[in-house]
């Protein structure tokens, strides 16, 4: 394990730092909104700032954000050119559709000249049918 070479991480889709940072700071924000919202505002000596739904506020902005940023930095990664070669499980589903679509046009075009060959022969009267 010691001697395995490191992959680089791709800078910014690598990191996992700016997106907690991200993720962080929008909690921040939902946690003084929610406390200032639900307590009234700062001027208000009747009801004492309510912290408990500030940090509901707070866990809830950070995990829904963590995930969208995770998610969206996972639709832009593409994926390692290995996933495309070998068979079995692991072919390219590209070539078997190139494939698919080759035996089909294969197919139509045979259909087509056997429907020419057809129009094409004389067709012999039925008999019983002669010409009056």
Do not use: W, Y
């Not at 001697?3 to 791709?10: E, I, T």
């Not at 939902?30 to 309510?50: I, Q």
């Not at 707070?58 to 390692?80: D, M, W, Y």
């Amino acid at each position: 394990m010691a001697n395995s070479p490191k992959k680089p991480r791709g800078g910014f889709k690598g990191g996992i730092k700016v997106p907690l940072t991200f993720s962080f700071i929008v909690g921040i924000i939902a946690f003084v909104v929610a406390t200032m919202v639900s307590t009234g505002g700062l001027n208000n000596p009747d009801h004492p700032l309510r912290v408990d739904i500030g940090l509901i506020a707070f866990g809830i902005a950070f995990a829904a954000t963590l995930v969208v940023v995770a998610l969206l930095q996972l639709t832009g990664r593409e994926n390692p050119d290995h996933l495309s070669e070998g068979s079995g499980m692991n072919r390219s589903s590209e070539e078997l559709h190139r494939a698919a679509v080759a035996r089909a046009r294969e197919r139509m075009r045979r259909e087509r000249e056997e429907a020419q060959r057809a129009a094409e022969t004389p067709q012999t009267d039925a008999p019983g049918d002669e010409a009056r």
